[in-house]
Structures are given as C-alpha cells and as structure tokens.
C-alpha cells in the first residue's frame, strides 16, 4: 500500500499522477460491432492502460481477431473503435 497515511492529502496527489483519467468514473465497458460476424458484444476496458491504447482482442463468437483503439477523454468517456486486423 502507498501514501504516507497522515491524512494530509499528499497520497491522494500520487493517485492522480498515476491515474489521470479522473475518481473512478470512467468506462469499464464497451459495446462494440464485430466487423466480421455482425454480433454486437460488450468488452472489458482498462483505463489504468492509458488514454490512448491499441490492442488485439478476438471476436468472442466467431474468434477473428480484432484491431481495438480507445481513446479516453478528459471525462473519463471511452471512444472505442474496432477494425478488422487485416486492414
């Protein structure tokens, strides 16, 4: 556990360097569009991995893989867009 647990605020000042996207309110899940099959599915995000991240997730009906970016805003709002890897 960090922070010096005085109360005097100084581990709360770290918590924001090391999570800047804001208190906790921003989005865990997304609902996306499969670009192959057409199913709609909700995937786990992870704001602790950035503002901006990109990364390779399979389908979880027909197992393609997919070509994920998030984009994180100010607000703690996830703009999540999925293309086929091979494009």
């Known amino acids: 556990m960090s922070g010096n647990g005085n109360g005097d605020g100084a581990s ?13 309110t921003a989005d865990m899940t997304a609902s996306v569009y499969c670009p192959y ?5 909700d995937i786990s995000l992870d704001p602790g991995g950035g ?31 999925v293309t086929p890897l091979d494009e």
């Open 12 to 24: 709360h000042d770290s918590l924001d360097d090391e999570f800047p996207l804001g208190d906790g």
């Open 37 to 41: 099959c057409a199913e709609t599915m």
């Open 51 to 81: 503002a901006s991240q990109e990364y390779v997730e399979d389908c979880g009906v027909c197992c393609q893989p997919w070509q994920v970016t998030v984009a994180y805003g100010s607000d703690g709002h996830a703009t999540v867009t």
